[in-house]
């Protein structure tokens, strides 16, 4: 299941006009043309930026995510309508043979068991060629990004065409271990409507997830920074190598 903050309509719909600076993702078209992908998959794929971004440059985009409210914002973007769209997730993937699949904006980090995620790993795998690439970002958990996403840090209020005045805020519910829950609050301010999202992400360090990617049939490549975000995230780079351990 998605969180509300995805799967709401009225969230998803806010999605890209609280974050319209998408340049994070300059990074990852980049090496889809350093990696000579023509055929991509974008897991996670949210409201659908990256896999437009890419379908408008020529390239066949499978893009999967559970939440049907995102989805239904991505289905009305420029190059849409050249992107296959899935409403589920790694593990229920139809036959694929891509060239390389994307997890972007910290997707790697909403799977909070080690069922979960390596059955998301195992999943990609399907779907990748022999030789094909994985690539990921994950906060670096030494750095404790979490302890920044306070109400005052977070806060936001912004007039958006057609809606009205926006308010909305992170509060850290609790931070137990590699897990960290905060709560998203938005104030429709038109109405008076108030909708809560809890969110927990899970920070896993460097050698687990190397670890994990081995036993899951990848090679890890490389570990890189993120250009945008320098000293805060883990990129990986893997190579589907062999079948799953």
Same mark, same amino acid.
């Given at each position: 299941?998605?969180?509300?903050?995805?799967?709401?309509?009225?969230?998803?719909?806010?999605?890209?006009?609280l974050?319209?600076? $998408?340049?994070?993702?300059?990074?990852?078209? &980049?090496?889809?043309?350093?990696?000579?992908?023509? /055929? !991509?998959l974008?897991?996670?794929?949210?409201?659908?930026?990256?896999?437009c971004?890419?379908?408008?440059?020529?390239?066949?985009?499978?893009?999967?995510d559970?939440?049907?409210?995102?989805?239904?914002?991505?289905?009305?973007?420029?190059?849409? @309508? $050249?992107?296959?769209?899935?409403?589920?997730?790694?593990?229920?993937?139809?036959?694929?043979q891509?060239d390389?699949?994307?997890?972007?904006?910290? !997707?790697?980090?909403?799977?909070?068991? @080690?069922?979960?995620w390596?059955?998301?790993? $195992?999943g +990609?795998?399907?779907? &990748? $060629?022999?030789?094909?690439?994985l690539?990921? /970002?994950?906060?670096?958990?030494?750095?404790?990004?979490?302890r920044?996403?306070?109400?005052?840090?977070?806060?936001?209020?912004?007039?958006?065409?057609?809606?009205?005045?926006?308010?909305t805020?992170?509060?850290?519910?609790e931070?137990?271990?590699?897990?960290?829950?905060?709560? @998203?609050?938005?104030?429709?301010?038109?109405?008076?409507t !108030? +909708?809560?999202? @809890?969110?927990?992400?899970?920070?896993?360090?460097?050698? /687990? +997830?190397?670890?994990?990617?081995?036993?899951?049939?990848?090679?890890?490549?490389? &570990?890189?920074?993120?250009?945008?975000?320098?000293?805060r995230?883990?990129?990986?780079?893997?190579?589907?190598?062999?079948p799953?351990?």
């Amino acid at each position: 299941m998605s969180d509300a903050i995805f799967d709401d309509p009225r969230l998803a719909a806010l999605y890209d006009p609280l974050d319209p600076d $998408r340049s994070d993702l300059d990074v990852y078209v &980049v090496m889809v043309d350093e990696f000579a992908a023509t /055929e !991509v998959l974008d897991v996670g794929c949210g409201t659908g930026t990256f896999a437009c971004m890419l379908a408008q440059r020529g390239i066949q985009v499978t893009a999967v995510d559970p939440a049907a409210a995102s989805l239904d914002v991505a289905h009305n973007k420029p190059g849409a @309508d $050249r992107v296959r769209w899935i409403c589920g997730d790694a593990t229920t993937l139809p036959p694929l043979q891509v060239d390389a699949a994307f997890m972007t904006a910290n !997707v790697a980090q909403v799977f909070l068991t @080690d069922e979960a995620w390596v059955a998301t790993l $195992r999943g +990609i795998h399907a779907a &990748v $060629r022999p030789g094909g690439r994985l690539v990921f /970002e994950t906060r670096d958990p030494a750095v404790e990004a979490w302890r920044r996403w306070t109400r005052d840090a977070t806060f936001v209020r912004v007039d958006l065409p057609g809606l009205g005045v926006i308010e909305t805020w992170n509060d850290i519910l609790e931070a137990s271990g590699q897990l960290v829950t905060f709560r @998203d609050t938005t104030v429709f301010t038109s109405d008076g409507t !108030v +909708i809560e999202s @809890d969110s927990t992400l899970r920070f896993r360090g460097r050698s /687990e +997830i190397e670890q994990s990617l081995v036993e899951s049939g990848w090679r890890v490549d490389e &570990v890189r920074d993120a250009p945008d975000r320098p000293g805060r995230e883990l990129v990986f780079i893997a190579s589907r190598v062999a079948p799953p351990a």
